[in-house]
């Protein structure tokens, strides 16, 4: 077994850090031909990280199609992409915006991640994340002012194709399929940005919707933020 220990000083992610840990472990014959990796305890405890840490490096692995899941056997390594399935495709659904909606405006920058999303994500430090931001809407209906935040740990770049549903952008960009999503409904004050984005006056209130979208092994892949005018 691969016995490095993890560096706990080092600037690099402990979760980054693990991942290269499981691949160098994973690369011995035994692996190769199907013994399932030590249970996520013994590794966590061998690494001296939290069982969430690991887990996230793990995941990783699984989203690329290197290590898979198998019911009374654990984790082991497998040559096999994730498959979408028909009741996965469903909940994808659940988080596309309307299709008669517009895009008026696409805008994709690599920024330093908001608070909320830093904690959805579990990341300890503050890090640059994709950004997508988007207005649409129709002629009967008000805009929507939408931001999408992806975890750093995805492979997500700024070449995707961002008129894409969200679904598409995760399934072809990252071969990740939606496993769940939870929705947060409140109401904020627009300022000045978003009052000129929504068309609406300064002051005047804005229904927003969280979407905290999670990816196989409730992985948190991102944080959808919509906003909608309430009135003029």
Known sequence: MYQQPLDHNSIVPLHQQAE?????????????KGLPIPPEVRLAQQLCISRSTLRQAISKLVFEGLLVRKKRKGTCVSGNKPVLTAALQAAMQATE????????????????????????????????????????GTTESPPEYTITEFNPVLPVSASENFNLPLSEILEKGCRLSIEKTQETLHTVVADLFLAAKLETVPGLPLLVRKRYIYVTDAFPAALVTVYNGTGK
């Open 20 to 32: 290269e840990w499981l691949r160098q472990l994973i690369r011995g014959e035994a692996y190769q």
């Open 97 to 136: 915006p309307d299709t008669g909606h517009h895009h008026f405006e696409l805008h994709v920058s690599y920024t330093t991640v908001s608070n909320e999303a830093l904690l959805f994500f579990g990341i300890n430090t503050p890090v640059k994340v994709v950004r997508q931001e988007r207005l649409s």
